[in-house]
C-alpha cells in the first residue's frame, strides 16, 4: 500500500510534528501533480528517490508505487507536495519484510566506498554499503526486476572491483540474469544535458528471460538545445551574476589555466547542451548563459558591486527541472540552494523512462 501523510503521522517519528502540519497543508486542497495511475500494469518501489524522477519515468509507463524510501528531508518536502506520499527515511533502518511485494525494484542508489574483505567479492562484502540494502530487500523480496541508475565512474571505481562486485552479488548470490550494463547519456533522449549514467537491469530467472533478450534503447531525440529549456520570459536579477563575483570567475579561471588545468566557469551556447548538473556552485558556474533580456538591474539580493551588463547569468532551478526532463507541473516549493541540490542529485527521466520501458515490455504482457 502507499505511504500516504495521514500514515505517515502514526509511523515515521523521525518526522517532526512541525513537518506533518506543514505536509498536511501543502496536500490538504488535494492538488497532487503527479498521483498513482488508475490503470495499473505493474508495481514497483522507489530507493533513494530524491525528489521522485524514477517515479514520473515508471507511473508514465502504467506503475504504481506501492513504497518509497529518501533520507533527505527538503528532498522528501518536494517528493510529498508533487505524490502525495511522504517517502519513508533511513533505509538501513527499514526492515526488507516490512516492504510491500512488488514487481520492480528502482534505485539510484549512492556509490559508495565498497571494503572487499574477500576473494569473491560477494553478499557480505557489501555490508556498510547501501548497495547491501539494495541488495537484502531484493533477496527477501524476489522482485520480477530491478533497474539500478549510478554515476558513470561505478564502472571505474576501485579499478573496476566496485562494479564486479555488484554484478556479482546480482548474478552469483542473488541469481538474476543481469545483461552487461551500459552507460546511456541524456543528451540522446530528448534533453539538452550532456549527463552520463550506467543503468543496471536485472530479471527474476524464472521469468526465462536471457541477457541477449534485453536491449538498452536506442537515441530517441538528440535535437534539443539549451535555447529549448529557457525561460520564456525575463528572470530574476538574482540569477544575474554580480561583476565582482565575475572578475573572481575570471581571476580563478586564469589561474587554473596558468597551472595546464581546464577547470573553471563557462559560459555555454544557447543552441548546444550543457554540462552535466551537480550540487555545489561549480555546477551552476560550469551552466552559465548569456541572456540579455533583463532591464532593470536593481539587485534583489544583497551582492558586491553591480549585476554585470553584459546579460551572463545562472540558469533558473525550473530550467534544470527541464535539463533533467521534468514537466513544467512539478512543483518547487523550495528554497533555490535546495532546489538546485535536488535537481543536480535526480535524474534524466526520459533516459530513465526509456530505458524502463524495454524492461517492462519483457515482464509485462499486455
Known sequence: MSVNFVEKENKEKDLSSGQILLFKKMLSNGDIPFPAQENIKFTFIDLFAG??????????????????????EQAQKTYAINFGDIPEGDITKINENDIPDHDILVAGFP????????????????????????????????????????????TNHRG?????????VLRNDLGYIVPEPQIMNAKNFGVPQNRERIFIVGFRPDLGIKEENFSYPEPTDTTKTIRDIMEKKPVSAKYYLSTTYLECLEKHKARNEAKGNGFGYEIKDLDGVSNTIVTGGMGRERNLIVDKRLKDFTPVTHIKGEVNRVGIRRMTPREWARLQGFPDNFKIEVADVSAYKQFGNSVAIPAIQATAKNLIEKIIKE
Open 51 to 72: 525528489i521522485g524522477g524514477m517515479r514520473i519515468a515508471f507511473q508514465n509507463l502504467g506503475g504504481k508505487c506501492v513504497f518509497s524510501s529518501e533520507i533527505d
Open 111 to 154: 556509490c559508495q566506498a565498497f571494503s572487499i574483505a574477500g576473494k569473491r567479492g560477494g553478499f557480505k562484502d557489501t555490508r556498510g554499503t547501501l548497495f547491501f540494502d539494495v541488495a537484502r530487500i531484493i533477496k527477501a523480496k524476489q522482485p520480477k526486476a530491478f533497474f539500478l541508475e549510478n554515476v558513470k565512474g561505478l
Open 160 to 168: 573496476g572491483k566496485t562494479l564486479a562486485t555488484i554484478l556479482n
